[in-house]
């Protein structure tokens, strides 16, 4: 039979008619009394509480009012499962370690030990990541390495339902990248006026019990807003591009020049144009096409453009091409975020216009 100080873990936390909150518990070691001081995991820390009732469910045959469906013990021998009757319990959490205090001067001993077992599970790892929500410290453990498995940054990590705090860390989490303002809850609940909160603050919430399920749904808000992300990104760049004008279509000049071009990659107005040597020619003022002013001109399109700065037949030749002037750190940029959201005509343009700039003394 097992002896010493019960040690144990909380299986479920259960509100009870009659009695309160409650501990169902599953003792794996010693023994328990009905007199002993236990000390157990929160969420908010250690709590310390005095036993006021060990309770056994009754046989269902011995079972006449459903009020007396339990039987007061005194002592449980490990292993057995049992409900706990306490004070002062609220925020304890399914999965905390459960320990009986014997000797009162082991009493900060067994509290540092305990508060050790539950800061190994509650995590806290990135500066940067989305918060999570479990229902019990096992499964919480199990969330978040299916997370990180998966390359998904978790900035702080908790067991309970979602509250206002973990609205407000996603909405700090978000700060550094919009893509982290997310809090994933595994089986908890949320209060309406938290939801709304969150709604206020920009900060997605994603529930459910299934955490494939969850996971999935997390996955495709995050490749949507990755999408409008880089679109935004990508539309606030200059594209590369460029013009071959038409010798036979030079309407007027200058003041502005007027002439008709074949656009190869993509063209916009009020962008600034160079040469072949990388000096600066002039800025694209309008592109029309059947004389209809469009904001851009894609590849192989022959469209009619202004240009303020040049002569045609002095600083620019009839039959000249040139090129939209990128600059240096958005051709960095493209490189190194945009270079697949390009078509091919761009990316050979790209390349044209890198070797421009490079013999002209700049770093791309």
């Known amino acids: 039979m097992s002896k010493g100080p019960a040690k144990g873990a909380i299986l479920e936390v259960r509100e009870e008619t009659g009695l309160g909150l409650t501990l169902d518990t599953i003792i794996y070691d010693g023994v328990l009394r009905k007199t002993d001081t236990i000390v157990i995991g929160g969420l908010d820390g250690v709590i310390v509480t005095k036993i006021r009732a060990l309770l056994q469910p009754k046989p269902l045959d011995e079972i006449r009012d459903p009020k007396e469906k339990f039987t007061n013990v005194d002592i449980v021998h490990a292993a ?11 925020g304890a959490v399914a999965g905390a370690p459960v320990y009986a205090v014997e000797d009162p001067e082991k009493l900060e001993e067994i509290m540092q030990k305990v508060k050790d077992e539950v800061g190994s599970i509650r995590i806290k790892t990135d500066k940067s990541g989305i918060i999570v929500k ?19 940054s978790v900035r702080a990590a908790d067991v309970g339902p979602i509250v206002k705090r973990d609205i407000l860390e996603g909405h700090a989490s978000g700060d550094s990248d919009p893509l982290n303002a997310a809090v994933l809850g595994f089986n908890v609940k949320i209060a309406p006026d938290v939801e709304d909160f969150a709604a206020e603050l920009g900060v997605e919430v994603f529930l459910n019990e299934v955490i494939y399920r969850l996971y999935d749904n997390y996955y495709a808000w995050l490749i949507v807003k990755r999408e409008q992300a880089k679109a935004e990104s990508l539309g606030s760049i200059i594209r590369p591009g460029k013009i071959e004008l038409i010798p036979e279509y030079v309407f007027r000049q200058n003041n502005p020049a007027v002439v008709g071009v074949k656009v190869h990659g993509i063209i916009r107005p009020r962008t600034t144009l ?32 202004s240009i303020r700065g040049p002569t045609i037949g002095r600083q620019v030749k009839s039959n000249e091409v040139l090129y939209v002037d990128v600059p240096d750190k958005q051709i960095l940029a493209i490189r190194k975020k945009f270079l697949d959201e390009l078509s091919p005509p761009e990316k050979e343009v790209l390349e044209e216009l890198t070797e421009i700039k490079r013999a002209s003394g700049h770093f791309v």
């Not at 199990?142 to 998966?150: D, K, N, P, S």
């Open 80 to 90: 057995a499962g049992i409900k706990i009757v306490a004070p002062d319990i609220e």
């Open 134 to 152: 479990t229902d019990t410290l096992g499964s919480l453990e199990a969330v978040t390495q299916f997370l990180q498995e998966r390359e998904i």
């Open 274 to 305: 160079i040469n072949k040597s990388g000096k600066r020619i002039g800025t694209i003022l309008q592109i029309q096409d059947r004389s209809v002013s469009i904001d851009e001109a894609t590849d192989g399109m022959e469209v009619a453009v």
